[in-house]
């Protein structure tokens, strides 16, 4: 898909090629070219395996993780058992099978192929229940606090193209900076050049800062208002405060084009929420943050489907 630079520094679409895209995305739910590979792919999995051999590939597994994003686990099992029945697939698992084999799937995303790419990274909220304000009103539950999914992301804005993506219970886990860290750290390790940074203000930490400046990494993160201008064990952040101030907000945003990080980050949770809602089905906690992180990488997966198909 053509994307180009707008003079606000954001991306434009060619909305053309990106319809098309959204339409070769509901393709991939149902691309089975891999079935004439099924014994193969069996082959390789089995060989030096100890115990009981797989009976299914890991390919239909992560074709239902996916479907697992809109469907649940016995209808998983009738939508297999009827490709089955139709000759398309050589055999179905049930619904025990793709759950184990489902909880398992990697959500590791596959980077992009370029050597250079900016990053942006932010977090936000997934519902673990469905109770609304009625139910607080009706039963006096407003001061009990509500429990979410933390889930943080780090994409390439250029690209739209999500990098890392992790999920932690509200109040657990590393905070957004640190994941940020870890992310961008790995990304690194697997051999790309970060060549930017864009980011909101709850990345305003000398740590965060310090990482930057480590790794040679240009940042367009936004400082505090009341941020001092010394270096205060930031150099980095000492002077990324003194040009924010200098310049003010609009000035500072059209430079170092700030805008980007929203195609970056709220432009794929509000795509995923959109397609696969806003809260998760799992009751502990370790499955709730392993659907999560595989609801955000399913989507990855699709993307990245319609944009190779759509060359």
Excluded at 62 to 82: K, N
Aim: net charge positive; aromatic share 10%; hydrophobic share 35%.
């Amino acid at each position: 898909m053509l994307v180009v630079t707008g003079l606000n520094g954001t991306a434009e679409r060619d909305w053309p090629a990106y319809c098309e895209e959204l339409i070769l995305r509901g393709e991939f739910l149902l691309d089975l070219d891999w079935v004439s590979s099924w014994d193969g792919e069996l082959q390789r999995m089995n060989s030096g395996k100890a115990g009981a051999p797989y009976r299914f590939p890991h390919t239909l597994i992560e074709l239902q993780a996916v479907w697992a994003q809109m469907l649940d686990y016995r209808s998983l099992e009738g939508l297999t058992r009827r490709l089955s029945d139709m000759g398309v697939l050589p055999d179905f698992d049930d619904f025990t099978t793709i759950w184990r084999r489902v909880r398992q799937v990697s959500t590791v995303v596959r980077l992009p192929r370029c050597g250079v790419v900016e990053v942006s990274s932010d977090g936000t909220g997934i519902k673990v229940n469905c109770r609304g304000e009625y139910m607080d009103e009706r039963y006096r539950l407003k001061r009990r606090p509500k429990r979410f999914i933390k889930v943080v992301i780090t994409s390439d804005p250029r690209r739209r193209k999500l990098l890392a993506v992790s999920a932690s219970v509200d109040g657990e886990g590393s905070s957004e900076p640190e994941t940020a860290q870890r992310h961008i750290g790995e990304v690194m390790r697997r051999g790309r050049r970060v060549s930017k940074c864009y980011a909101d203000g709850a990345y305003d930490t000398k740590g965060f800062f310090n990482f930057l400046q480590r790794h040679g990494i240009p940042s367009a993160v936004k400082v505090r208002r009341n941020a001092s201008t010394r270096a205060r064990g930031s150099r980095m952040r000492g002077v990324e405060a003194r040009e924010y101030l200098e310049r003010g907000y609009r000035r500072w945003a059209d430079e170092r084009e700030y805008g980007m990080r929203w195609p970056g980050t709220e432009g794929i949770f509000s795509a995923v929420k959109r397609k696969f809602g806003e809260r998760v089905r799992a009751r502990k906690r370790e499955e709730m943050c392993r659907e999560a992180e595989r609801r955000f990488w399913a989507y990855d997966v699709m993307v990245s489907y319609a944009k190779r198909q759509s060359g």
